[in-house]
C-alpha cells in the first residue's frame, strides 16, 4: 500500500470512528442508561460499591460517573464521552498498535471492523462501562503479546492493571484476566513476576466485590438474554460475539441459524490465516479469554446477550485484521483465492450490514422517550398519558410523572371512555400489537418519533374526550 493510501484509509475511518462516536450525545438517557443515573451516579460511592448489586451496575464507570456527576452536574454529554472517549482510546491504541508490530493493513482492518461495528458504536456511546472494559481488554490484550515478546516486568504491570480495571467494571472480565494470566504463568522467565501480579489482581478485585459475593453468585440466574444451547455450543464463541456485533445492535439477541453458521466458517477461515496464530502463546492470549469466558456462560446456562461479551471483540477483531491482511497481501497468489474470496465476501457482508446502522445511530436517539414526554408537555401537560410500551419507567423518568400502563383489549377500552383528552404512546416492540378503537377519533392528533432502537419508532396520540 502506498503512503497516501495508507494516510487517506486513517483519516477516512478515524473521521468516521470519531464523528459516529461524539455526535449528538446530549439526546435523553435511554434504558440501562436511566438505572445507572438514578440508581448508581446520583445516590453515590456507599451504594455504587456496598449497596444492592445488579449485573447493570458497573462499578468502576458509576464511580467515575458519580465523580463527574458532582463537578459538572448531571449531563448526559459528559457521562457519555466517560465511556466514548475510552472506547476511542483503545481503538486509536491497538490500531498503532498493529501498524507497528504487523503492517499498515492490519491497523487499517482493525479500525474499520471498530468502526464498522454497529454494536459497539451502539453501547459505547452510552453511559455504561462498555468503553472503559474495552479500552482494558486493549491494553490487556497487547501488554500480554509484549510481555511473552520482551519479557519486561512493566508489560506484565499493565496486563494486571488492566485486569483490574476491566474487573471492577465488569466482573465476568476477570475470566479473561485469569485465562490470559495462566498462559503467561507458562512461560519460566514469567512465572514468577506473573504468580505475584496474578494473586494481587484476585485479591484487589475480591476485596472490591467483597459486598457483593451473593449478589453477583445469584446474577447468573438473571432472565435478561438467552442461553446457550448445547448443541450451539462449539461455534459460540464466534455466533455469540463477532458475528452480532457486525451486524446487529443491542437489545437484538442472535439466535444460531444456518446464515450466522456461514459467517462463523468465513471468519475462522480468516482467523486461521493471522500470523498471530502461529504463536502457540500468542494464540492463547488472544484466543482462550473467548472460548473460556463463552463457554463458561454455557456450562452455568447462564443467559447472555452480545454486549456482555463486547470486549471479547478486542482480541477477535486483532485475529481477524491480521489474518485479512495477510489473505490480501498474497492475493496474487493462485493458492489465495479461495481465501481472498472469503474475506471479500465477509468484508462486503460486513459494509452491507453495518453501514445502514452506523449511519444511523448518531442521527436518531436510540430511544425517542424524551422527545415524546417533551411533546406531551408541550401540547397537554396536565393529561392523563397511557401507554403501551415494554418499559413504560423510561418514559416516566423523562416525563416526571406515573403513565397508566396499558397491555389488554380491556385496558384499551377503558382508556377509550375517559372523559378527559389523553395521551395514548405506543411502542410495538418486544410486546404483542394493540390498536384502542379510540385512536381514529375525530380531532385525534398522531405523532410519529423515529429511533434507530427497539422497534426503530414511537407513535404518540393526543385523543380528544369521550
Not at 504463536?279 to 447472555?304: E, I, M, R
Amino acid at each position: 500500500m502506498t503512503r497516501a493510501l495508507v494516510v487517506g484509509a486513517y483519516a477516512l475511518l478515524g473521521s468516521i470512528l470519531v464523528w459516529s462516536h461524539l455526535a449528538r450525545l446530549g439526546g435523553g438517557y435511554c434504558c440501562d442508561e436511566i438505572a445507572t443515573v438514578v440508581d448508581y451516579i446520583a445516590p453515590g460511592p456507599h451504594t455504587i460499591l456496598a449497596g444492592d448489586y445488579v449485573p447493570n451496575n458497573h462499578e468502576l464507570y458509576s464511580l467515575v460517573g458519580w465523580a463527574t456527576h458532582e463537578v459538572v452536574g448531571d449531563s448526559a454529554i459528559v457521562l457519555r464521552l466517560c465511556a466514548a472517549i475510552p472506547f476511542l482510546l483503545a481503538v486509536g491504541i491497538v490500531t498503532a498498535w498493529l501498524h507497528v508490530r504487523l503492517g499498515a493493513l492490519s491497523g487499517i482492518l482493525f479500525l474499520f471492523l471498530s468502526t464498522a461495528s454497529p454494536l459497539l458504536l451502539d453501547i459505547t456511546r452510552q453511559a455504561r462501562g462498555y468503553g472503559l472494559a474495552f479500552l482494558a481488554m486493549s491494553v490487556l490484550v497487547i501488554a500480554a503479546i509484549e510481555a511473552d515478546r520482551s519479557k519486561r516486568t512493566s508489560a506484565l504491570v499493565a496486563v494486571f492493571v488492566a485486569g483490574v480495571v476491566g474487573s471492577w467494571t465488569l466482573p465476568h472480565f476477570a475470566i479473561a484476566l485469569v485465562t490470559v494470566a495462566t498462559v503467561l504463568l507458562m512461560q519460566t522467565e514469567l512465572r514468577a513476576r506473573c504468580a505475584v501480579g496474578l494473586v494481587v489482581s484476585t485479591a484487589a478485585i475480591g476485596v472490591w466485590y467483597l459486598p457483593h459475593v451473593d449478589d453477583i453468585a445469584h446474577s447468573s440466574l438473571q432472565s435478561y438474554g438467552h442461553r446457550i444451547t448445547t448443541a450451539w455450543a462449539i461455534t459460540s464463541p464466534i455466533d455469540q460475539t463477532i458475528v452480532p456485533a457486525l451486524t446487529l445492535t443491542d437489545d437484538v439477541l442472535l439466535s444460531p441459524s444456518l446464515a450466522s453458521l456461514i459467517f462463523v466458517f468465513g471468519f475462522l477461515v480468516v482467523i486461521a490465516a493471522s500470523p498471530l496464530s502461529r504463536n502457540l502463546t500468542t494464540a492463547f492470549v488472544l484466543g482462550a479469554p473467548v472460548v473460556s469466558t463463552v463457554l463458561l456462560f454455557w456450562a452455568t446456562q447462564t443467559n447472555v446477550a452480545p454486549r456482555f461479551f463486547s470486549f471479547l471483540l478486542v482480541p477477535l477483531f486483532v485475529l481477524v485484521a491480521t489474518g485479512a491482511a495477510s489473505i490480501l497481501t498474497r492475493a496474487a497468489h493462485r493458492r489465495s483465492l479461495v481465501r481472498t474470496v472469503v474475506v471479500v465476501f465477509v468484508l462486503g457482508a460486513v459494509v452491507v450490514e453495518s453501514a445502514p446502522l452506523v449511519l444511523a445511530i448518531p442521527r436518531l436517539p436510540r430511544q425517542a422517550q424524551r422527545e415524546v414526554a417533551e411533546r406531551i408537555r408541550a401540547e397537554e401537560p396536565t393529561a392523563p398519558v397511557y401507554a403501551h410500551v415494554p418499559y413504560p419507567g423510561d418514559l416516566e423518568y423523562h416525563l416526571g410523572r406515573r403513565v397508566v400502563r396499558v397491555y389488554t383489549r380491556e385496558a384499551a377500552a377503558t382508556m377509550c371512555k375517559s372523559t378527559r383528552r389523553l395521551a395514548y404512546v405506543d411502542q410495538t416492540w418486544a410486546i404483542p400489537p394493540l390498536t384502542p378503537l379510540c385512536l381514529s377519533r375525530r380531532g385525534t392528533l398522531h405523532y410519529h418519533f423515529r429511533q434507530y432502537a427497539r422497534g426503530k419508532a414511537i407513535e404518540l396520540w393526543l385523543i380528544p374526550a369521550r
